[in-house]
């Protein structure tokens, strides 16, 4: 046995290293936005989740400028002691607005909502059915609710189904955990299915909007609206950071949901409030969103683009199935995805390696964005062609 008690993580490293694992930050050098500067080159940027270019929106920017100079820096203290602004209701109820559901609350990310709506509403004699997908922040919070957890292969609803008829009567209360668009995919989940599930075994639904607010729906209300569900019971998380340029997220639902919440979730709680800054440039991104429905239907032009791009001169890619402005190009393994980030990037291209343990085959993923214009979509295609992988 070594007598270090942290040798252990050098050895970790070293393992990481050989499987190809290992991962480093790569700085922008300038303010987001569909081309960025990337270790001294500009690069066109398929790696962002500001997928409506607002995160350098003017409007943003002066709406966090004017909350800066009105409320300073900081929230000072959690919103139930010091840190509790108007703002901050403001923007709840536009949230609530925009979902059509009773009341919102605001945390200060969306994984803390997840953690902390989870680990609220379930406990030790409770049951957590988990999409084997589903990001880390809903895994991380059904692990620390203390319920029984089992994951289902994704999106399969016959074997949630089964697991259901096999396991509810065992327990007090039961949860459906999924996201609504599975980040890493770029599909969505059948919440229609999930819902009526969810119904015939008296459980509740949790879904994570946080890569469909802002983006799919009618007026970008998610998949909720998308799906045309508006107004049946779930509880809808999301977050402020990607189609909304900012940094926060919420929780959507009825308003016992809601103040029960504002008392038990401890992520909200005992955490300081969201800055005045990033609370009113959430604001200002959401009346863009519903004023500004072009915004979207940009977005989605550059998807279609894309795809169709994709089926004209590139049939033999091999493509996850999406429905989101997400696509991921499958690729063997951890080397020969690091290989086709590297190709990319030298052909000014940022669409990055995703590789395990954050998925379980890697990938290329590249998300489009409002703002990127169709030959910045052309000279994406051009450098997937020249490919020799």
């Not at 880390?136 to 620390?144: D, H, T, V, Y």
């Not at 940022?350 to 998300?367: E, K, L, W």
Request: proline share 4%; aromatic share 6%.
């Amino acid at each position: 046995m070594s007598n270090n008690p942290y040798g252990w993580i050098e050895e970790s490293l070293e393992t990481i290293h050989r499987a190809d694992w290992y991962r480093s930050v790569k700085t922008i050098h300038n303010r987001p936005g569909a081309k960025v500067m990337l270790s001294g080159y500009e690069v066109i940027n398929f790696a962002s989740n500001d997928y409506l270019g607002l995160a350098a929106d003017e409007r943003l920017k002066q709406a966090a400028i004017k909350a800066i100079q009105q409320n300073g820096t900081g929230s000072t203290g959690s919103r139930l002691l010091s840190g509790h602004l108007e703002l901050h209701r403001e923007l709840e109820q536009m949230l609530s607005s925009t979902k059509q559901t009773e009341d919102a609350v605001v945390f200060s990310s969306g994984y803390l909502a997840n953690l902390g709506a989870i680990t609220a509403i379930v406990g030790k004699r409770d049951l957590i059915l988990s999409d084997q997908y589903n990001h880390s922040s809903l895994k991380n919070g059904a692990i620390l609710s203390g319920a029984k957890v089992i994951e289902y292969p994704h999106c399969d609803i016959a074997q949630l189904t089964e697991k259901l008829h096999q396991e509810r009567q065992n327990y007090r209360r039961c949860l459906i955990i999924t996201d609504s668009i599975f980040s890493m995919d770029g599909d969505l989940c059948p919440l229609p299915e999930l819902l009526d599930i969810a119904e015939e075994f008296s459980c509740m639904l949790l879904i994570d909007e946080a890569h469909a607010t802002g983006v799919i729906g009618k007026t970008g209300a998610g998949c909720s609206e998308h799906f045309g569900c508006t107004g049946r019971e779930l509880i809808q998380i999301g977050t402020l950071s990607k189609a909304l340029g900012s940094l926060g997220g919420y929780i959507a639902g009825s308003n016992s949901l809601i103040d029960f919440l504002r008392n038990r979730a401890p992520s909200w709680i005992y955490t300081t409030a969201l800055s005045p800054a990033d609370t009113a440039a959430a604001l200002a991104a959401l009346k863009i969103v519903q004023q500004e429905p072009e915004l979207r239907q940009q977005l989605w032009q550059n998807v279609n683009d894309l795809k169709q791009l994709i089926k004209e001169h590139l049939p033999n890619l091999k493509l996850v199935p999406t429905e989101s402005p997400i696509l991921c190009l499958q690729l063997p393994d951890a080397a020969t995805a690091l290989k086709a980030a590297k190709h990319l990037q030298e052909a000014g291209i940022f669409a990055p390696a995703i590789r395990p343990p954050t998925v379980s085959t890697s990938r290329i993923r590249i998300s489009l964005m409002a703002t990127h214009e169709r030959g910045h979509i052309d000279q994406l295609v051009n450098a997937l062609k020249a490919m020799q992988l």
